[in-house]
Nanobody
């Protein structure tokens, strides 16, 4: 089965850090761009960031982020663990949300500055989400 499972969520104080994991099973996650999304109570789902499939010839940076998290969040891969991480630093209460990871469909590579990586339509597999709460 093709599956993504998020983990690492929890309660953290403002200004703190948290690392979320997106573990893939049933396929090689390195063959796909991966997006992170979040949904806060009373708000629509929004894109957080993405990481492209490994490609030394990529003409652009391999990660993209929304303006709200740029400079605070990073995304990375551990190919040996078939896992993508979302490192969240300088967390704010407004970061409180359920966080989801998702992979794009075969042949899709939207995670570049000119690509609409935040478009839900690119992604064909989603995790169940993990809760992140930023509060004192």
């Amino acid at each position: 089965q093709v599956q993504l499972v998020e983990s690492g969520g929890g309660l953290v104080q403002p200004g703190g850090s948290l690392r979320l994991s997106c573990l893939a099973s049933g396929f090689d996650l390195d063959n796909f761009a991966v997006g992170w999304f979040r949904r806060a109570p009373g708000k629509q789902r929004e894109g957080v960031g993405c990481i492209n499939a490994p490609d030394p010839s990529s003409p652009e940076t391999n990660t993209q982020f929304s303006d709200s998290v740029k400079g605070r969040f990073t995304i990375s891969r551990d190919s040996g663990k078939n896992t993508v991480y979302l490192q969240m630093n300088s967390l704010k209460p407004e970061d409180t949300a359920v966080y989801y990871c998702a992979k794009v469909g075969t042949g899709i590579a939207p995670c570049y500055s000119l690509g609409s990586w935040y478009d839900f339509g690119w992604y064909d597999t989603w995790g169940q989400g993990t809760q992140v709460t930023v509060s004192s």
